[in-house]
């Protein structure tokens, strides 16, 4: 058993992840702002992992040392120290998940991505070396490629962010490596992930975004439960099988087993800094998503082709093969399970994780 901090584990990715940690045995402290998210989401998944709902009582209160909360900023010093505290200085590994990730918002105001993104990231690697705990799993995220030269996209492809949410992304990942380079110990793994989607089978947890979503999955599930009105589809001439766009989704608790599989290379190897793909190697286009919810669902998504969005790609589709030949982690469940689980949680919660 190790324990681990998970920064942003309330979010959408991070509360998926905390169920494979907890499930795989080990200890979780969350550090969490709650600027995206609530604490529900914690008692959901303490629920999901058989723990006791007093578990995720703001630490100190918290008796239950399986899954500890610390409400506090990433970008505060203290709050970061508290969140070791409530670890017993034991913390092994942190899982970074908190940050800001909305593209469009980020180019309306970068200062608060590079003040979350890179100051956090940057405020909690220096409590890390401090503090002795110098094993860290990143969540990067594909939208460094920028307009891929080719697909599918290695991690070799050149780094070319096209927005300031991504140069963030890839600001972080060089820090990483600059932190790297000047001390031995360092175990560091970034994640670069595809379009994750789908939720918990339970349909207990899920994705719950605030205001208008960003992202094709939940947009869909909003209309099919009646939330919104139609689907906006940008772009129908794009290159593509059909002209609408191709992306590599992937399901969030392939994704969570992402995470407990860097987790265990990082600790089953000499220090190393590692940049893996979490992808499944194959793309899917919009309307195919609509069909494959369409089946899953039952109900007809009514949708509109509009415009297309500046800056979007016609085709971002990974190449997994590092990310199995070093982890042995390949995806395992395919567009109908992500449908059928994502439209689950949906349908059980219409309006998220409010009452
Ligand atoms: N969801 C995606 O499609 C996607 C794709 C690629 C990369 N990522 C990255 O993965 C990470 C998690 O994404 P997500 O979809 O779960 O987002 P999310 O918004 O659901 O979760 C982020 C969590 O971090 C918390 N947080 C934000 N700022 C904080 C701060 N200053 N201090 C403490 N906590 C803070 C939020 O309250 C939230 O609980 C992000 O770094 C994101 O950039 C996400």
Redesign the pocket.
């Known amino acids: 058993m190790a324990h681990v901090l998970i920064?942003?584990?309330?979010?959408?990715?991070?509360s998926h992840t905390c169920v494979a940690l907890l499930q795989a045995g080990h200890r979780l402290v969350v550090?969490?702002?709650?600027?995206?998210?609530g604490p529900e989401a914690l008692r959901r998944v303490a629920a999901l992992a058989g723990l006791g709902v007093g578990s995720v009582d703001q630490w100190p209160q918290a008796g239950d040392w399986r899954l500890r909360l610390v409400r506090?900023?990433?970008?505060q010093r203290e709050d970061v120290e508290a969140a070791f505290r409530a670890g017993e200085g034991a913390i092994d590994a942190v899982i970074h998940?908190?940050?800001?990730?909305a593209v469009a918002e980020s180019v309306r105001d970068p200062l608060a991505y590079w003040d979350?993104?890179v100051g956090?990231s940057r405020c909690l690697l220096a409590v890390m070396g401090r503090l002795g705990c110098r094993t860290l799993v990143f969540?990067?995220?594909?939208?460094l490629y920028g307009f891929p030269d080719s697909l599918p996209i290695a991690e070799t492809a050149p780094v070319r962010p096209i927005n300031p949410?991504g140069n963030t992304?890839a600001a972080v990942e060089q820090l990483l490596a600059d932190t790297a380079a000047s001390a031995s110990g360092w175990r560091i793994a970034c994640l670069r992930?595809f379009?994750?989607v789908g939720a918990h089978p339970s349909g207990r947890i899920g994705?719950d975004p605030s205001g208008v979503p960003n992202?094709l999955f939940p947009f869909l599930s909003q209309v099919a439960v009646g939330r919104r009105p139609a689907l906006q589809v940008y772009g129908g001439d794009w290159p593509t099988v059909d002209g609408t766009g191709v992306r590599d989704f992937i399901h969030v608790m392939d994704l969570a087993e992402g995470h407990t599989a860097a987790l265990d290379l990082l600790w089953s190897e000499p220090p190393q800094r590692l940049t893996l793909n979490l992808g499944s190697g194959r793309g899917h286009s919009v309307l195919e998503v609509v069909r494959a919810f369409e089946r899953a669902s039952g109900l007809a998504v009514p949708y509109v082709i509009a415009e297309r969005r500046a800056g979007d790609v016609a085709s971002s589709v990974a190449d997994p093969a590092l990310a199995a030949a070093r982890m042995g982690w390949h995806t395992r469940r395919d567009l109908d399970a992500m449908c059928r689980d994502g439209w689950a949680w949906q349908r059980a919660n219409p309006k998220g994780y409010a009452p």
């Open positions: 920064t942003g584990g309330a979010g959408f990715l991070g550090l969490d702002n709650f600027s995206n998210s506090g900023d990433i970008r998940f908190a940050g800001l990730k979350v993104n956090g969540s990067s995220s594909a939208t949410y992304k992930y379009n994750p994705e992202n």
